[in-house]
């Protein structure tokens, strides 16, 4: 069987799946100031009365090292930054101990100025001398070429706590990018590693000795003994988990909308053909742009407890929420309350919804009634827009050939899956307004607890050879190679699978079951004068996020 | 936080599938390095700067500006229709007020293509910035037009397209043609009758530096700008004035390319020629968008900068001050220039031989302007290629005047279709194209 948690603003969710599909569903309040209680009170709820020998898989999406993020509640980090010529790396700065120093690679990874010894020796000192235990070492082109970064470990090691190298972080070029998500990985990693070592330790007392998963914002997991290298991938997994949820239930060979409408939010992201569309850089997090795999998302500020106002005679929902619905005993009337006049909703207090409403339907001269329908409308209409604008975004991603401009796959989705609080509610109502065919995701109020549970291990590796200088080399996963001048895109491709193969399986993913896809795969004739150099190769594999195999029985029966 | 000045939009479309042919500096590899380094500076993670997908120009956009034969199909590629519509994209983007200025960072380049194509020239088959602006003055109804091309190549193509349009200024700064192709770009060349002085050619010495290139663009080019008043400024940005290109001989490098896009300030810059792929173009695109978008770019240089290694002779620099001076009496003294002109016999027509280096065509044209006080003239084109096609070709000015209307039509009616392999008609007055075959 398998335990799935997400830990969301109110809630956290817990699922246990097994044969009979979905075999238990717990709902415990979460605790922000104490996040650990509510993950092992929900750990707790949903084992009780289970032997621990028949679990073997647990997934775990929480908020963090996001929430450590958004706050601020993180320990000092020492970056250091070399750069070389480009923009001047003093506009990336992350953070107050952050000290641009020499050295400088060029886009070929060829080195065009040394690092400076004694200026690291200085800053190592100094960095010691207040008292910090986390470290970034970023170059600009390091994922071409990690000597440096590689030179400044080594005079630091032993120093510190943790050091996080730059190039170990992500493939992809993205020199500000990858200083942010250094910078990050340093500063959420103490709290990340105390925080789940104590949950694996409750769990061990309850017998269950079994690695823990944690979810990332790509829509996949990773085992926490892998996350401690990159422990920020586990930022902002929570709309990961939802529309990980609905996968399953995506058309085959169609696109379809996920929609999973909150209480303040409307997250959307795109399936095609049941595959997450992923983000091409990576997700934004507390003002940072980082190289975080994640999945393509677009959230809006508008939920069922938005609140309603009229503007010079028209109404507008959102974008902020100023506690529940009048309904359940709110100050300010909000779509919840129209789905209450309606009668979509029937659980709460209807005559305080409508004494809500009132007002504003007498200022417009329409009746109460009517009044709802409009406020429903527009908060459908709204969200409707705001799917528009993220299927025009992926549709207008730039490319770079001829051939992906003439020939790219644009999305056209018909379908949409709605999923959340008020999802069944909003469902009839977006029907209504739209050519898409809708769809409740089956068990909505717990179906991202779903996704967490059924997520398979995901990953990338980006690899690159340049037969004119005789390597071939993806610095991310530690790998460097002699090549001779024959060596072709071909070559590089195998080689980048058998990475991936190792790095997956590494990371927890079953060997026997890989989905693995070639994302880019590019091969230039280098031309000096009028002469073929050599082949200057880029190559981007992947394993494909989506569900974990064996469990379409369960899955069916998660729809019935 | 990075942040732009200027709201600056980009079109970066490097056709990674695209070469003349496996060797040809104009090939797949051309962008690549530029790519790594724009993708590595994070430019479009800048706030202020935006990245816009290319929207391929229509048939009806080429035949807006260009007599394309035997047809458009013939003489252009999928990945001409995407680099002119990089620079459409991005033009629109500007008149439509989502960014302040533009850059068309696509190949393959354009400012060689002259109004009839008989093939390519120069790695060039159609004018992209020409069909950006005249899409733009259809569509949004600019007039007034300047085009400073900063090539190291005489824009020839650009200048022939405006030869005769007073409501374009196209200046060209680029190597003396006595020392590099395409052999043409010299100050008496002013433009035709109807558009004397509109047309500035201010060709500089080899081994022309920093110096020289920004000391042009604040004591030539500024004080005419500033003259004419255009209601957009454009920059054909080729970068191949650059100290390692491959098949020029200048000095300049990215700090002065930077410097000299500040001076200039232009609303929209689409990239023309630049080959040296590795040492040059990384470094002078970043510098070239940096200071569109009005960021610090004091740090961008290429790994082997030293200024002094390339700094011009006092001997340039006396060139260059005379060529200038020139060129601004040439501007000071155009309606003089052209009461002399008009007075010459025969001053409407011009018999011209043009070689299309590219694909080997050689073509001969003879063409007929009609003088006129009122509009831009209608212009009539006959003209054969090597390759044995004869053709003529009517255009009609945007604001032609009745009378240069109706001289166009008698021209193209009557002409007798046993003479030619291809009668066409471009008339901007109705925006429409018109064609009769044997």
């Known amino acids: 069987m398998i335990i799935g948690l997400d830990v969301g603003g109110t809630h956290t969710d817990v699922v246990l799946l097994g044969d009979n599909g979905l075999e238990k569903e717990i709902k415990v309040l979460t605790d922000p100031s104490n996040l650990f209680n509510s993950v ?34 993180i320990p000092a980090v020492g970056m250091i930054v070399s750069s070389g010529p480009g923009i001047d790396p003093g506009f990336y700065r992350t953070n107050s101990h952050y000290f641009p120093v020499s050295g400088s690679i060029d886009h070929r990874g060829r080195e065009i100025e040394p690092i400076d010894h ?53 493939g992809s070029l993205n020199f500000c990018r990858r200083i942010a998500t250094t910078f990050l990985n340093a500063a959420v990693y103490p709290i990340h590693k105390e925080f789940y070592e104590a949950v694996q330790r409750s769990l061990q007392a309850k017998g269950l ?73 990576g997700i934004r997090v507390g003002g940072y742009n980082t190289l975080i795999r994640s999945l393509e998302t677009l959230s809006i500020g508008l939920g069922g407890d938005s609140a309603v106002k009229l503007i010079e005679g028209k109404i507008e929902v959102g974008p902020e929420r100023l506690g529940p619905a009048m309904a359940y005993g709110g100050q300010v009337p909000t779509p919840t309350d129209a789905l209450f006049i309606t009668g979509d909703m029937k659980d709460g207090d209807k005559e305080k919804s409508k004494n809500g409403l009132n007002p504003l339907a007498k200022i417009l001269g329409i009746s109460v009634e009517a009044f709802a329908h409009q406020i429903i409308e527009v908060t459908c209409k709204n969200i409707l827009s705001a799917a528009q604008n993220l299927i025009d975004r992926i549709n207008s991603k730039p490319v770079y050939t001829v051939h992906e401009l003439q020939e790219g796959y644009l999305v056209r989705p018909k379908h949409v899956l709605v999923l959340g609080g008020p999802a069944p509610y909003f469902a009839r109502h977006l029907e209504k307004l739209c050519a898409y065919s809708i769809r409740v995701v089956p068990n909505w109020q717990v179906a991202n607890a779903i996704g967490a549970a059924l997520a398979r291990t995901t990953c990338e590796v980006i690899f690159f050879a340049d037969t004119e200088r005789r390597v071939a080399e993806a610095p991310e996963e530690n790998f460097s190679q002699q090549i001779d001048s024959n060596y072709d895109r071909t070559w590089a491709q195998q080689h980048a699978f058998e990475l991936l193969r190792n790095k997956a399986v590494d990371r927890g993913a079953n060997p026997d079951f890989l989905e693995m896809e070639v994302v880019e795969a590019l091969q230039f004739n280098m031309v000096r004068g009028f002469n073929t150099t050599g082949k200057n190769i880029r190559v981007k594999v992947q394993v494909k996020p989506g569900l974990i195999h064996g469990y379409d029985q369960v899955i069916a029966k998660l729809s019935q | 936080m990075l942040q732009a000045k200027h709201k600056t939009g980009l079109v970066f479309f490097p056709a ?27 430019l479009f993670d800048i706030e202020g700067i935006s990245e816009f997908k290319p929207d391929p120009v229509t048939l009806k956009d080429i035949q807006r500006v260009h007599f394309c034969v035997p047809d458009v199909w013939h003489v252009t590629t999928e990945s001409h229709f995407i680099s002119a519509g990089g620079a459409k994209t991005t033009g629109m983007a500007v008149l439509d007020r989502q960014i302040e200025r533009g850059f068309a960072m696509v190949r393959p380049p354009g400012h060689h293509a002259m109004r009839v194509v008989h093939g390519a020239r120069g790695f060039c088959n159609i004018n992209i910035e020409a069909i950006m602006i005249e899409y733009l003055r259809e569509a949004y109804g600019i007039e007034k037009v300047a085009i400073v091309d900063t090539d190291c190549h005489h824009g020839d193509g650009t200048q022939d397209i405006y030869w005769h349009d007073p409501d374009t200024l196209f200046i060209s700064i680029h190597q003396d043609g006595r020392t590099l192709y395409p052999g043409s770009g010299f100050p008496n060349e002013l433009g035709g009758p109807n558009a004397v002085g509109k047309t500035l050619n201010i060709p500089l010495p080899p081994n022309t530096s920093e110096e020289g290139f920004l000391y042009t663009a604040e004591h030539v080019i500024m004080p005419i700008l500033e003259d004419f008043k255009p209601d957009i400024i454009i920059n054909s940005a080729g970068q191949d004035n650059h100290y390692t290109d491959p098949i020029t001989n200048m000095n300049f490098s990215a ?69 200038g001076e020139t060129v601004l009496t040439i501007w000071q003294q155009r309606e003089y220039i052209r009461n002399q002109i008009v007075e010459k016999t025969d001053p409407g027509n011009r018999n011209r031989n043009i070689y299309y280096d590219t694909d080997g065509i050689q073509e001969s044209q003879h063409e007929q302007i009609q003088i006129c006080s009122d509009c831009a003239g209608a212009l009539r084109i006959d003209s054969t290629s090597s390759r044995g096609v004869h053709i003529l070709a009517v255009h009609i000015p945007r604001k032609a005047c009745n009378a240069c209307k109706q001289t166009g039509y008698i021209w193209y009616e009557s002409a007798d279709p046993d003479d030619f392999d291809i009668i066409f008609v471009q008339d901007r007055t109705e925006d429409q194209y018109l064609e009769r075959k044997k």
Do not use: C
């Open chain 1, 40 to 73: 092992l009170s929900g750990l707790n709820e949903i084992t009780s009365g289970i032997d621990p020998k028949n679990i073997s898989r647990i997934v775990l999406s929480t908020t963090l090292t996001t929430n450590a993020i958004v706050q601020k509640k």
């Open chain 1, 118 to 170: 004694d200026e690291i020796n200085h800053i190592a000192e100094h960095l010691q001398k207040e008292g910090i235990r986390y470290v970034g070492v970023v170059g600009k082109f390091s994922i071409r070429n990690p000597a440096h970064e590689l030179q400044i470990l080594a005079i630091l090691n032993g120093s510190f706590e943790k050091i996080f190298m730059g190039h170990r972080i992500s």
């Open chain 1, 209 to 281: 000795v079994l690695p823990i998963r944690l979810l990332k914002a790509d829509g996949g997991n990773m085992r926490f003994e892998s996350s401690i290298e990159f422990p920020a991938q586990t930022i902002l997994s929570g709309p990961s988990a939802s529309v990980m949820g609905a996968v399953a239930f995506g058309a085959e060979d169609e696109d379809t909308l996920v929609m999973d409408i909150g209480g303040t939010t409307t997250d959307m992201a795109l399936l095609i053909n049941r595959a997450p569309v992923l983000n091409p850089l």
């Open chain 2, 16 to 42: 990674f599938d695209w070469a003349i042919s496996p060797t040809h500096p104009e090939r797949e590899e051309r962008l690549l390095y530029t790519q790594d380094q724009i993708f590595e500076e994070g």
């Open chain 2, 255 to 323: 700090q002065g390319y930077a410097n000299l896009t500040s001076i200039i300030n232009p609303d929209i810059a689409v990239l023309e020629g630049g080959y040296s792929i590795e040492g040059a173009l990384p470094y002078v695109n970043l510098g070239i968008v940096l200071a569109l978008a009005g960021i610090d770019y004091s740090q961008v240089k290429e790994p082997d900068y030293d200024p002094n290694r390339i700094r011009q002779t006092p001997a340039v620099s006396n060139a260059i001050e005379k060529i």
